[in-house]
């Protein structure tokens, strides 16, 4: 299994402002993914973090708004920019061990924005 | 776009079999079929994954059909906790992308 750490938790934040999230997983994985799920809806997959590269974006999102960092094997970051009521979502870390194999999610970070 | 469909939702006695449809008639000889399942207020959580032979493990079995166009996945004796969303997506392999898109699932609601 892996053991994934997101921060914060949940966080309250004023329009216009930026906030970073910040995934950690107890052991080096293949793939970490950052995924949005807003109110009562269905996952929907944001990108997927490379390390040591730039993220890989699904239609929709785009790096200035959603920035994102994978310096090493265990660790990424996701900022959300410039933050309207729109982006008041939970934003999901997951990632994947192994090739081909199951992907362990974080508790998620409940984003209100104001 | 999610490859999968399911119905919106379910209901199941306690202790009795759940057995959750998914229908992907899509699907290619490189995708896998998993589940995952999600707990208000939770991050989804892994339940099992397959290719084309049935699997089961601890927490559920999974049945996919012969020409692998649709599956089903059984929770043996369903308990009150496994209330949740189950979402039946369907995965390239690693070196294809390996994207997880999930769709809308099915609501499952156990009752006693």
């Known amino acids: 299994s892996a053991v994934i750490s997101q921060k914060p938790s949940r966080d309250i934040c004023q329009r216009g402002t930026s906030l970073t999230i910040q995934c950690q997983v107890d052991?080096?994985?293949?793939?970490m993914f950052w995924y949005r799920q807003q109110p009562g809806q269905s996952l929907t997959l944001i990108a997927t973090?490379?390390?040591?590269?730039?993220?890989?974006?699904e239609s929709g999102f785009v790096i200035d708004k959603f920035p994102i960092s994978r310096p090493n094997l265990t660790f990424s970051t996701l900022t959300v920019s410039n933050m309207s009521p729109e982006d008041s979502s939970i934003y999901l870390c997951?990632?994947?061990?192994?090739?081909?194999?199951?992907?362990?999610f974080g508790s998620g970070t409940q984003l209100s924005v104001l | 776009d999610a490859k999968t469909t399911q119905p919106t939702s379910m209901d199941c006695a306690e202790g009795r079999a759940a057995n959750l449809p998914c229908n992907h008639s899509?699907?290619?000889?490189?995708?896998?079929v998993y589940w995952y399942r999600q707990i208000h207020s939770q991050g989804p959580q892994y339940i099992i994954h397959?290719?084309?032979n049935n699997e089961t493990n601890e927490m559920a079995s999974l049945i996919i059909t012969e020409d692998r166009k649709s599956s089903t996945l059984i929770l043996p004796h369903a308990t009150l906790r496994d209330t949740a969303v189950y979402y039946c997506?369907?995965?390239?392999?690693?070196?294809?992308?390996?994207?997880?898109?999930f769709g809308q699932g099915t609501e499952l609601s156990v009752k006693p």
């Open positions: 997951s990632v994947e061990k192994a090739a081909n194999e199951k992907l362990f």
């Open positions: 052991s080096q994985v293949t793939m």
């Open positions: 973090a490379n390390q040591g590269s730039e993220a890989t974006y």
């Open positions: 899509t699907i290619s000889g490189n995708e896998y």
């Open positions: 397959g290719l084309k």
């Open positions: 997506i369907v995965r390239p392999r690693y070196n294809q992308g390996g994207k997880l898109i």
